[in-house]
């Protein structure tokens, strides 16, 4: 019998994403082997009796880390005395929508999770975003939880990053494994820069192995930008099981420590590093020693990625402007 355990809360818990992440989270994919689950669901009041049926799945797993299962629509019950929170509850955006075109319709969801968090929640509590647009509603609830560190809170970057690696390793007939320390930089958005020149593969810069540099500048940069786009066109829905999947790896990423050299892509508060506006969630190159996170420092950029940078950071700048009316 295990002697850890935490606490999480997870909202939009019958949604598609929900859907595949509870599963993994409760046979011990996120938190180890050795850490007992306690699942805390928030759904709309609409979708709680489909939530019972995910429930009933989940028991009928007998899974030997999962103690205790809690559904509810009211968010105090949700977020009280969680560890993690993972905000994935928010509408998805259908073909032809960018996803800041989703800020208008689910930002009052992340200022009112936001607020529940900051009186419910530990105040050692950490928070990932997934619903979109991730990097400003993880502004949004880091804004309404004062109580909780700013550096707490996390918006997910790690699908792109995960996408990047595949086609970095598919151009250049590697394997997934032999990619190492792609960044996503910025926002999971169309702006995003996923880091090549910064990369390696087999321990070499991405160049070495893929001598087309226009097709890195060119098509790798947008195929990664456009994934999620090209997912909903292909499927009629946005993507589900490899959201899920990068959760599970953020979250991994975060409570063990980071391998010497190693790094990883998620949202975080900015401090100003690397001349980004201070409180922005900014995608960045980040190491963890189990507990605590760092911004990798001393990375350096060409003029084609500070162009790059500088785009997403006008684009996150301007949303974080958008919302701040909210946020009172
Ligand atoms: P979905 O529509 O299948 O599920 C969303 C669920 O959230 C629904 O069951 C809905 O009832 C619930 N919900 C809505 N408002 C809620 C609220 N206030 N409280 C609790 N639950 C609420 O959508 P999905 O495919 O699971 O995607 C969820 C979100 O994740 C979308 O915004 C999508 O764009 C985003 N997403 C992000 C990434 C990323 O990389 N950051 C990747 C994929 C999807
Ligand atoms: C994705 O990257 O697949 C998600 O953010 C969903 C979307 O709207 O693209």
């Not at 999962?66 to 629509?73: E, F, K, V």
């Not at 105090?76 to 032809?96: T, Y």
């Not at 900051?118 to 979109?132: E, I, Q, R, W, Y």
């Not at 087999?202 to 087309?212: L, Q, Y």
Request: glycine residues 8%; contains cysteine.
């Amino acid at each position: 019998m295990s002697t850890k355990s935490v606490r999480v809360a997870i909202t939009g818990a019958a949604g598609q994403i929900g859907y595949a992440i509870l599963f993994r989270i409760a046979s011990g994919q996120m938190f180890g082997p050795d850490t007992a689950v306690h699942l805390n669901l928030l759904e709309l009041e609409v979708a709680l009796p489909a939530l019972e049926g995910v429930k009933m799945e989940l028991d009928d797993c007998a899974f030997p880390l999962l103690q205790s299962i809690t559904t509810t629509s009211d968010a105090n019950v949700a977020f009280k005395d969680v560890d993690w929170a993972l905000l994935i509850g928010a509408f998805p955006r259908k073909a032809g929508m960018e996803r800041k075109d989703l800020l208008e319709k689910n930002a009052g969801i992340f200022t009112g999770q936001g607020k529940a968090i900051n009186d419910n929640a530990k105040n050692t509590c950490k928070v990932l975003v997934v619903g979109n647009p991730c990097n400003t509603n993880a502004y949004i609830a880091k804004s309404m939880a004062p109580n909780i560190p700013a550096r707490n809170f996390f918006a997910m970057t790690m699908l792109d990053q995960n996408r990047a690696v595949t086609q970095l390793a598919q151009k250049a007939n590697a394997h997934n494994t032999d990619v190492s320390n792609v960044t996503i930089w910025g926002n999971h958005s169309s702006t995003q820069y996923p880091d090549f020149y910064n990369a390696t593969i087999s321990g070499k810069p991405v160049t070495e192995s893929i001598s087309d540099e226009e097709w890195l500048k060119g098509d790798f940069i947008k195929t990664v930008q456009q994934r999620g786009a090209a997912i909903i066109k292909a499927r009629g829905l946005s993507s589900a099981a490899s959201a899920a999947n990068a959760a599970v790896d953020t979250v991994r990423n975060l409570v063990t420590p980071t391998p010497e050299g190693k790094h990883f892509s998620v949202a975080v508060c900015s401090d100003g590093s690397y001349g980004i506006p201070e409180g922005l969630m900014f995608g960045y190159p980040v190491r963890s020693n189990g507990e605590e996170w760092e911004i990798v420092q001393g990375i350096s950029h060409n003029e084609f990625a500070q162009e790059k940078i500088a785009a997403t950071t006008k684009e996150l700048s301007e949303e974080r402007d958008a919302v701040q009316h909210l946020l009172t």
